[in-house]
């Protein structure tokens, strides 16, 4: 038996025959488990994730109602498999479940593919297989769960689609000379959504192709109303032209029918060209039900999601070459939108954010030799890429990028340029993470100033990362820390800004975990990881795994916790974040064993061959111990400088305290308890959401 699923409307099953006899999906959590996983688009969703999505209060045994739930839809969907056999379709993976249903067996699937499929057709393939496509919407994408969080990006998304689909339908229609077919729709359409100005241009076109010049016109100037009034906006050039050549009844908006019409490839959003084709080449009409057994060919049109990649390297490749032909090889342009490509670059993860970090840094060194600071401030200043750890992955480019933003500072006034002057004061905040001295905080609060009075979303996200990095001058400062992150949270949220939510959520994960709230940290850690997934943000999971392990050490499970520390470190490795990489396992592994008294393993010491990268100094202590060493261990403790001032700031403090005691040191112990002080009530280290020594109570009591 094959099924097939819908979620363009409420959430259905049903047998793929004939008569598609619909599938009892018994209750509505029935359904929302079936639903979230259609979301997830063959991916595993975690059972943890299953229930936070499905209760907001998970009742007990919340667990096994959803291994209940999956039970029942598998005997649905699969009545026919025999006991003890492994499920097919629902299967169980690693930590949880997904469904492993064909691309074209989901209408929501079929439908964004064969919007694709449509857009690089002739145009009346291009009507047959739109029309086909829209026929499939039962009402709003997943609709009884409209209120959910977990659909909600994909419900956007969707209804996006559609309302791309009803303009494309138009452009077919007038490409084929009938423009009264479009009208109509149109203007429904516009009823519903008057801000999509292509709506608009194709409504006035329509009109005048039916020689109804003045209705055109009168179109336009509703367009230019409702736009003003409900957004703020003029229209944009594209209908400012289409009213000038109406009024000049330019040739250009007349449809030469005897060249035979066709839609070409999708040339901004919601919108198909129609171009004359005075050849005769031969397109085959799209099937939106694929023969039963075409699986998941590379060659299907109907596989979205796993193989979009045709669409988007005509896309990439047809936006560049345009590019290249039309922006000088030297111009100024070039250079900021080089920018912006490298920004986008560095949120990839591994070999895209080394590459985005050197880049960056000749960027900056071209922009300075235009001699334009408010270029300069531009170039330098469009790199707001949210940054949660508090070292440096390449300190020497930092102190270049701070270098140019100080010189640049100096030539830009305040007042006119208070704009660009943020996003440099911002960024020399970020760039001094971890530094002792005063320029960096004075940077911070400047650029946090200078966004509240500019009143503006976006420059007060990145003003508040600045804010972050400066915000470990000393020990105790987690709570400070959750007020940061609970704003960006809030901030970013109410203005889209995604990247900077998942940023407040790192925050506050790190800060509810410094507190000892871990139920607060994994509510942070399991939404963050939700936008990651719905916006392919894969940097995201390295930070909540390693916490994963952290939680596992401060409930004291040290076995499970140094196996997840491994595992953790393995995808550390390539993943572009040298500062945050070299040397973290062996002192992860090293604060466990401290904490929880276990013998190091293999060797009984640390490992001096270790490539312990800038925590050595504060390791090096505990292996001379290891050796009997204990006058070098002592001259190596008393030669420990100040701690960073970094996420890792009370955990070299406890490390110190630690070595000093079982050293007997006196003096490095009241050090220690000095700068251990303020951050009584927080567990050790654990600020930095990936490790933890423990209590800071119990080495100021010891």
Known sequence: MRVVFGVLGPTVA???????????????????VLARLIVARRRVVPVARLVEDLWADPPPGAVGAVQTFVAALRRVLEPERPPRAPARLLVTDGPGYALRTEPDTVDAWRFEAALATAA?????QALSTLEEALGWWRGPA???????DWSRGERARLAELRLQAVERRAEAHLALGRPADAVPDLDAHLTDHPWRED??????????????QGDALAVLRRAREVLVDQLGLDPGPRLRHLESDILTQSRSLDLDLELGPRLAPLQGRGELRAQPNGTRTQHPTPNPHPPRGAGNRATSPHAPADNPQPTTAQL??????????????????????????????AVTGGDGLAEARRHRTAAVTAAEEFADPELTARVIGAYDVPAIWTRADDPAAARHIVAVAERTLTALSPGPHDTARCRLLATVALETRGAAGPRGPEAAREAEALARRLDDPALLAFALNGTFMQSFTRAGLAPRRDAIGAELVELAARHGLVTYEVLGHLVRLQARAALADLAAADTHAAAADRLAERHELPLVGVFTQWYGALRLSATGQPARAETAYRTAAARLDGAGMPGLERGLLPLALLCLRLTHGLPPDPDPAPDPRADWGPHRPWAEPFTLIAEGRHTE???ALRALPEPPHDLLYEAYCALEAEAALRLDDRSVLERARTRLRPAAAELAGAGSGLLTLGPVERYLTD
């Open 142 to 148: 997943y609709a009884e769960f409209a209120d959910e």
């Open 633 to 635: 261990a002592r001259t």
């Open 316 to 345: 990439w490749t047809q936006a560049a070459e345009a590019y290249d032909r039309t922006v000088a090889g030297g111009a100024r342009a070039r250079l900021e939108s080089t920018v912006g490509l490298i920004r986008n670059l």
């Open 120 to 124: 690089g057709l002739p145009a009346p």
């Open 14 to 32: 049903a047998v793929d025959t004939a008569d598609g006899d619909a599938l009892a999906l018994k209750g509505p959590r029935h359904r929302a």
């Open 199 to 212: 709506a608009w241009r194709l409504l006035a076109l329509a009109l005048y192709r039916q020689h109804r």
